[in-house]
């Protein structure tokens, strides 16, 4: 087997780890004194976990969560033992030892779930550090009202059976303990809609709940005014005047999006963290009337110049923003024309562009060019989709931040 030195893909993700960790104090400091928590799930929203995680630690972060226990035990590879790592989403069958071992925080969202963290517990001799999941609006994941009284019993129970822990004998084996209590807003994004404190209300009357549990066991299952209690996404962190608990989990806004509609990251102290860029690689001439692309969706009304430029929807580009995206080259916009393809799109820079060269860079978005949010806007959809969705063959590159 012959080994190759791969070129540098034709797209790539410049990743600003200034712009990073600036973000992450900025927005530190807005939550305080709720601390940070870093959302690095779908690999870092596309900006690649393996150059996002390690820089927010080495800056000092250590709190970070991802959705799958995949997706922790590969950052617990990543970090080492000293970051504390929560996940909460996966199945009946996902084997929970794996995590518990690596000292995994879990999601707790059924009481079936507290049955096997708790067996994990016992099989490997490890504690199982749990939060308990809670919905209080989204009707997605977590404890529905009726599941979260079945599981304060299920608590009550098993700190009644777990009585043997204060004679310390090592036979009662390793516990859950709980550490936290966590629910998602459905729409802190809209300030005005009255569900977020809704939501929160019913968030806070489940923490005094679970507080009495925790006191009535006796620090058997955890200690009351130990527990972490986050409930704000970057909506959330960026709406709300205190936030609420004792952390938030954030995610797009860490990497300088704004998850409000219209929402400037700069107004609130962001800068993208991702710079997604390409070049020309071909340049013709064109005369009225000639196609673009498949289907011939756009004819040239006039004489123009087509820039031929790598970056498509195998590269995670939204084909739905084919006739409607532009892109920046040497500081000036230009219209995707036709439809964007698997590998490659075409950009009109009109007759006689002579600007414009074989080789120049081409700034999809990002700084220098047009956003994340405009090109969900552009395929209807919003810049979370944008940049979670680049695919494999896009190069992810750490660009040393000059605060462009
Ligand atoms: C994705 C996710 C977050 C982060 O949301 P952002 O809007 O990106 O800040 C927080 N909590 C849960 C449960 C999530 O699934």
Known sequence: MTSFDIPEALVRAEIDEAALCDNAAVLADRLSPARLKCVVKANAYGHGIDL??????????????????????????????EAQILAWLYGPTTDLDEAVRADIELGISTVGALDRLAEAARRTGVTARAHLKIDTGLGRNGLSPEALVRAFDWLRRHAEDSHTDDSGNPEAGADIRIVGMMSHFAVADEPERPETAAQSAVFSSAHGQLRAV????????????????????????LTLGPCPGTSARVGLALYGLSPLEDGDPAALGLRPVMRLTSSVINLKDIPAGHGASYGLTFTAATDTRFALVPGGYGDGLPRAASNRAEVAIRGRRYPVVGRIAMDQMIIDIGAGNDEVAIGDEVVIF???????????TWANTINYEIVTQLSARVDRVARKGDGR
């Open 214 to 237: 925790l006191d009535a066991a006796d620090g058997r299952l955890g200690e009351s005014d130990d527990l972490d209690v986050h409930i704000a996404n970057s909506p959330g962190a």
């Open 52 to 81: 996002v995680a390690p820089a927010l630690f080495s800056a000092g972060w250590r709190e970070f969560c991802v959705a799958t226990i995949p997706e922790a035990l590969r950052l617990r590879s990543l970090l080492g033992p």
């Open 366 to 376: 990002g700084p220098g060019g047009p956003s994340a949010a405009e090109w969900g």
